[in-house]
């Protein structure tokens, strides 16, 4: 059961360079999120996705871009990264919406340093 | 005010001690109520669910008290292996119909450290 994968692990790259980090489920959940962790801050939603080519922004969407085409993908992509987009990014997925005990699982993360 | 606010410790104690972590919320229509743990440099991972009349899990229990907006986490006969950062998650309904989900709000966490 593989559950959530993320590649790469971790990426160094350079300011203004284009990024993209992959997210793979195996669930078939319907609802896939991308976070951003930071000392300070927390987790902080950047973009989530209900289905399907339906996506929508989250707390701090500025600087990325997301697309959903299949249900099991959800890559996140810096346009133009910058440092203050050095974090630990976390995917994460969960069945519904969000009712009753249904919560959402996370994958293992990627390290990214913007230099 | 913060939404989801925990005492972020650090908390060291010993083997076989006894420790309880409180977290405070302030959207009193929240709806769920979690416990995540996340080790160093690894994701979070769902701990517990917290049940209204409060809930046991071996070693574990979570309490709700939504008229203080409060939940806490005990841990009994603590072992080397729970020291991790325990993160507090309280879930909102969705807001209006169609793809909107139940946003989870993440505590900032609660470091523990168990040495022997």
């Known amino acids: 059961d593989a559950g959530i994968t993320q590649s790469p692990r971790y990426k160094i790259t350079e300011t203004g360079r284009q990024v993209t980090l992959m997210c793979h489920q195996t669930?078939?959940?319907?609802?896939m999120f991308w976070y951003r962790q930071d000392l300070g801050h927390g987790l902080r939603l950047i973009y989530y996705?209900?289905?399907?080519?339906?996506?929508d922004k989250g707390e701090v969407p500025d600087g990325y871009v997301v697309s959903r085409s299949k249900t099991e993908n959800f890559p996140l992509t810096l346009e133009s990264a910058t440092r203050s987009q050095t974090s630990v990014y976390f995917c994460a997925s969960s069945l519904t919406s969000g009712g009753g005990r249904d919560t959402q699982y996370f994958g293992p993360g990627t390290r990214l340093t913007v230099l | 005010r913060k939404e989801v606010e925990q005492d972020p410790g650090p908390f060291n104690v010993p083997e076989g001690a006894t420790v309880a972590f409180n977290c405070t919320y302030s959207?009193?229509?929240?709806?769920?109520f979690f416990w995540y743990r996340q080790d160093c440099r690894k994701e979070p991972k769902l701990l517990m669910s917290v049940y209204s009349s409060g809930n046991e899990d071996g070693r574990f229990t979570a309490q709700l008290n939504r008229a203080s907006q409060y939940i806490s986490l005990l841990i009994r006969d603590s072992k080397l292996s729970d020291s991790a950062t325990y993160l507090c998650v309280v879930r909102r309904p969705p807001l209006g119909g169609g793809t909107s989900y139940g946003k989870l709000t993440f505590g900032q966490g609660t470091i523990l450290t168990v040495h022997p």
């Open positions: 959207n009193s229509a929240s709806q769920s």
């Open positions: 996705s209900a289905a399907a080519d339906i996506t």
């Open positions: 669930w078939s959940h319907s609802y």
